[in-house]
């Protein structure tokens, strides 16, 4: 019973840790809904793709080697914010210029940038957790983390401040007891 | 400018005061406007149930010096009940508080009123007062999301909101991401549920429910919660059901509604084949990844499924989507799996052979016939007969002997394994044990213990006894290995069935073992129908018909029969069910019975209808216990008298037929009326050798002629002797000299006397004798005739009998029988013991009348000694007594006259218009 507990426990914690691929995976397959939506009711070239469109953040894959989680983590969150600012604007002028007719085009806009603030909101806790763990180690006087479960250990470095980390707190700490080093660099796309 | 006036109001009042406060009479109205003399803080406030409260009348400065109001006046008041002044207080001359420790005492409305010239009560202000609970913390708060399209997931979340507030309490599902709030869920109707449009995966979303009211705020504890994680995803969509190059295998395929970038599925799909309600389902480890479809492999060929399917989130987590809806697909055919049954049933003309139809799972396929090979197995050399046929079964004429009977089924595939069965000649071999039934689970189940020998299988042949249908039979076989089973027929309840275990070996056939058996017993339909067979006395024999089978509904246990009297009670007697008959005994004669019966079953009984009975008043052969004795003593009465008539038939004879004198032998010449002494004379002696009734008359009576009297026996009689001898004193007179005078007439009673009167009126013969003794010659003997002619003696005493009438016979016998003593002669001594009493005094005489009756009771003897006194009594009393054997005691009276005092004269006492007048 412990060892399947544990199981689970496991599973969901590398759930958890995936979700942020995961969002990004949906909101990816989204933007790709709305650009084609977009693209039928404007006329444009129907080879459009989302790797051509400017502002949708893209894993970049050709970095990863030279840079830490908290800088990919910290380099994802600039990208998304700019997306969510370029989907805020699209929101508007699609507003304006389809009126009542554009509707379902404005829903669907909606729903990506409410998914990218969820994937922002999420990668702002991993950032808390970073910063948590960061500050644990160095009070315990550890440079690293031992344990490992799929997940590596977090590369510690400054993390911004997060004003309201209660969320983060309420969710992380279900799957990561209190102490422990996990990280989910799974997350950083 | 004041226009108020105590007991006369103006109300102008802006409507929502109106709504809000109570009719206030005290006013102030000031350019157009009224204004209340005073004001209740707080206004109409919301208070917590079991709080404390205190209110405040507060009087307006402006009214004090017109209406001498003043704060000690107040008076407060809930509804129309004055609060009690101990909860007042004065703050200052125009301020009166009142306090509540508990606001459950409380009411609306709450006013302040006062008492104008200390008489008269005026409303001042009023306020409403609401009386709640706080919010509880709403507790269980759950939230489901469920998929509505492929982009639209709404997320419903429920809670328990607590208890009853009594006031306006508003509930809203609050939800945020990380620094990312979102409008409020406010729930539309209810209070313990809300639905928020759409939610984003993957991001965790903190969900609390706020409830509010006046008197507070409460929130419940927050759910932090990814929303991927309680989806409840559509089910899987355009199920196709296809069939695969196998027999046993059919492929189905689906769509998903969710993509795959929201969620990865797993699935469960169930079957079951058509008009089965059990489903069976694929093992779940097979379909736990992501998939649009999958083959489902070992099914039945030819046989019709039906499919579905659903679906979750690939780790478990969340909410099983609703079953899709159900396909169906047929696997492809396959030639038989394997023969089918056979048994025969054997019949005196001819041996049908019947076999069961293949199960579709065994059929693989439509058969589309059947080979039947028939081989006798005593002659090798005769080449086997071959049918096919189309149906289950085939009636074959055989001779006597063993067969091999061979089935192959065939359908479109291919044939099935040969099945074989041995008909011997006769079925020799061991039989099976123990048969027994058990209804277990709405099924018969049949067990048998099996013989020594190894038993290829077993056939049990079953079939429905019944009143009304024959017996049809139906069977199955089972393996040889197994000791018990189930019947597979349509097995009815309250139905009686024969069933029948045969044993089949390598080399034959066991014989069948039976038993009946019920798969659910009742009780009976109806009870037997009683009555009675033979009814005597004291018992009743009961006969009854058996219940039909069709009635029976069960085994029948017993028989119970209750009989009864019409106010007695009722008495059960249980018989044997084997019996039709039953005796009732101990029963009460002449009586009438009632009585039924009941059969049971192990279900309960019925009963039948009532009968009714009654008892014989007499027993057998009590009738003839009576009647035959009756009849041979009347036969031996008859007898007797018959006997004792022809012993005294020359005495009848002479009654019936009396002898008449032939006149040619009469020797009237010899009459002499001068010598009638010596004519007289002659003839009596003649008549009474002995000549002793010329002296007394007596009456003896033969019955008592064994009795002996002795002088001692005599002397009681003495008393009455005497007092005999004064009456006869008194009644002498002419009648005294002859024997037919009456002077009883002077003792007996007025019957006795009528006697005597009739006899001394109708008789109109008598023979005077004279008193003397035969030694001595008596002056003169008269005969009296109705005919002028004189008579001879013997003439006349054969007319005293002839002529007498009916009232007079029985004394008329007795003299006759006086004179039959001397014809018949046959109590001589009597006779000498007469002579004895004749030589005696009168006196004497009595006596022995007396004594001869009382020989035949002594108590009437003593009765006759304490009314010695009254001889009239006496003599009644004797005469009574001794009827049929009656004592005539004048007889005995009118003779004791000694010969002195006897009169000498002819003359008869009475005499006859007609008569003869004495010359």
Excluded at chain 1, 10 to 26: N, Q
Excluded at chain 2, 58 to 70: A, T, V
Excluded at chain 2, 586 to 591: E, I, N, Y
Excluded at chain 2, 731 to 737: A, F, H, K, P, V
């Amino acid at each position: 019973m412990a060892a399947a507990d544990s199981s689970s426990v496991a599973l969901r914690r590398r759930d958890l840790c995936s979700r942020g691929i995961r969002l990004a995976g949906k909101m990816r397959s989204d933007v790709i809904d709305l650009l084609d939506t977009y693209v039928e009711r404007q006329g444009l070239d129907a080879s459009a793709s989302v790797a051509v469109v400017e502002g949708v953040p893209m894993a970049a894959v050709e970095h990863w080697d030279e840079q830490t989680g908290t800088q990919r983590l910290l380099e994802n969150l600039a990208a998304y914010r700019a997306f969510r600012a370029l989907l805020a604007q699209m929101l508007e002028e699609q507003r304006e210029q389809l009126g009542e007719a554009g509707a379902a085009l404005g829903r669907a806009l909606a729903a990506v940038l409410l998914q990218v603030t969820a994937w922002l909101a999420t990668a702002r806790c991993h950032l808390w957790r970073i910063e948590a763990v960061s500050g644990l180690s160095r009070r315990q006087g550890r440079s690293k983390g031992t344990e490992n479960y799929g997940l590596v250990k977090g590369v510690l470095g400054p993390a911004p401040q997060l004003q309201d980390a209660r969320l983060c707190r309420l969710h992380m700490d279900a799957f990561f007891p209190p102490g422990s080093h996990f990280l989910c660099i799974e997350f950083v796309l | 400018m004041l226009l108020q006036s105590l007991g006369s109001t103006t109300l102008v009042l802006p409507l929502k005061s109106l709504l809000i406060k109570m009719q206030f009479f005290f006013f102030l109205v000031s350019g157009g406007l009224v204004q209340s003399c005073g004001h209740i803080i707080p206004e109409s406030p919301v208070l917590a149930l079991g709080s404390n409260f205190t209110a405040l009348c507060i009087l307006n400065e402006s009214c004090l010096d017109f209406g001498n109001i003043y704060a000690n006046q107040i008076i407060w008041k809930i509804k129309n009940k004055v609060v009690p002044k101990e909860q007042y207080r004065e703050i200052n001359r125009t301020v009166s508080s009142v306090t509540f420790n508990d606001t459950s005492s409380l009411a609306t409305p709450l006013t302040c009123n006062i008492l104008a010239d200390g008489q008269i009560e005026q409303n001042i202000y009023g306020i409403t007062v609401t009386i709640g609970l706080p919010p509880e913390k709403p507790k269980n708060l759950s939230c489901i999301v469920h998929q509505k399209s492929r982009l639209r997931y709404p997320m419903t979340c429920t809670w328990n909101p607590g208890r009853h507030t009594f006031l306006d309490t508003h509930f809203r599902l609050k939800y945020r991401w990380p620094q990312e709030n979102f409008p409020d869920c406010i729930p539309k109707d209810v209070n313990n549920s809300c639905t928020i449009d759409d939610v984003q995966f993957f991001v965790n979303l903190e969900v609390w429910v706020e409830a509010a009211n006046a008197l507070g705020k409460a929130e419940s504890d927050p759910l932090v919660i990814d929303p991927i994680e309680i989806v409840k995803p559509l089910s899987p969509r355009n199920l196709s059901v296809n069939s695969g190059i196998l027999p046993t295998v059919l492929k189905l395929s689906w769509e998903n509604q969710i993509s795959i970038a929201v969620m990865k599925l797993k699935f469960n799909i169930r079957y079951r084949i058509i008009g089965d309600t059990n489903w069976m389902q694929v093992p779940p480890e097979d379909t736990a990844s992501p998939r649009t479809s999958f083959s489902v492999q070992g099914l039945r060929p030819y046989t019709e499924y039906v499919f579905s399917i659903r679906c979750m989130k690939e780790d478990g987590v969340g909410y099983w989507s609703d079953w899709s809806e159900e396909k169906t697909g047929v696997t492809t055919e396959d030639k038989p799996s394997k023969g089918p049954a056979i048994w025969r049933i054997i019949d005196a003309s001819c041996s049908p052979a019947s076999w069961t139809a293949l199960e579709p799972s065994e059929a693989s396929g439509v058969i589309l016939q059947y080979e039947v090979t028939v081989r006798a197995k005593s002659s090798l050399s005769s080449p086997p007969e071959k049918y096919n046929v189309s149906t289950t079964n085939l009636t074959l004429k055989l001779p006597n002997g063993t067969y091999e009977v061979t089935v192959i089924a065939h359908n479109r595939v291919g044939a099935s394994p040969p099945s074989v069965l041995l008909i011997p000649a006769s079925n020799t071999k061991a039989p099976v044990k123990n048969v027994r039934t058990l209804p277990k689970d709405g099924k018969l189940w049949v067990g048998w213990t099996a013989p020594n020998s190894y038993v290829l299988k077993y056939v049990i042949e079953w079939c429905l006894v019944s009143n009304s249908s024959d017996c049809t039979i139906e069977w199955q076989n089972e393996p040889g290995n197994i000791q018990g089973t189930y019947l597979k027929g349509d097995i009815k309840p309250f139905k009686c069935y024969l069933i029948t275990v045969y044993p089949l070996y390598a080399d034959g056939q066991g014989s069948g073992q039976s038993v009946k058996a019920y798969l659910q017993q009742d009780r009976p339909s109806k009870g037997p129908t009683v009555q009675t067979k033979k009814v005597g006395k004291a018992e009743a024999v009961l006969t009854w018909n058996h219940l039909t089978v069709d009635e029976q509904n069960g085994f029948i246990r017993s028989y119970t029969i209750f009989y009864k009297t019409i106010d007695g009670n009722e008495t059960a007697v249980t018989v044997d069910p084997s019996k039709t008959e039953y005796t009732l005994s101990s029963l009460t004669s002449d009586t009438l019975y009632t009585v039924r019966m009941m059969a049971y079953t192990d279900e309960g009984g019925r009963s039948g209808p009532d009968f009714t009975f009654t008892t014989q008043k007499f027993g057998k052969g009590e009738i003839e216990a009576i009647v035959v004795p009756v009849c041979l003593a009347f036969l031996l009465i008859v007898l007797l008298g018959v006997l004792f008539c022809f012993n005294k038939r020359d005495l009848i004879k002479k009654h019936i037929w009396p002898i008449v004198p032939d006149p040619s032998k009469s020797n009237i010449a010899q009459w002499s009326p001068q010598v009638p002494a010596k004519h007289n004379f002659s003839s009596k002696d003649q008549m009474y050798p002995e000549g002793s009734f010329t002296d007394v008359s007596v009456v003896e009576i033969e019955a008592d002629d064994k009795k002996s009297f002795s002088e001692q026996d005599l002397k009681p009689f003495d008393l009455l002797k005497k007092e005999k001898s004064t009456s006869e004193g008194h009644s002498s007179g002419i009648g005294g000299s002859s024997c037919m005078s009456s002077p009883r007439q002077s003792v007996s009673d007025s019957d006795e006397g009528e006697t005597t009167q009739n006899t001394s009126s109708t008789v109109q013969y008598s023979t005077v004798v004279l008193n003397g003794y035969r030694d001595q010659t008596p002056v003169q003997v008269f005969s009296r005739s109705e005919s002028t002619q004189p008579l001879l003696d013997s003439e006349e005493r054969s007319e005293d009998h002839a002529g007498g009438s009916d009232s007079t016979t029985q004394r008329q016998q007795y003299f006759k029988q006086n004179g039959g003593q001397d014809e018949t002669n046959t109590d001589r001594p009597c006779f000498e013991r007469t002579k004895q009493i004749t030589s005696a005094n009168e006196g004497d005489l009595v006596g022995f009348a007396q004594l001869q009756i009382s020989g035949q009771s002594s108590q009437l003897l003593g009765l006759g000694l304490e009314k010695n006194t009254q001889e009239a009594a006496l003599l009644g009393v004797l005469q009574t007594s001794t009827e049929g054997q009656t004592v005539r005691p004048e007889t005995v009276e009118g003779n004791p006259l000694s010969v002195d005092e006897m009169p000498k004269s002819y003359l008869p006492q009475t005499v006859r218009q007609g008569g003869y007048m004495p010359q």
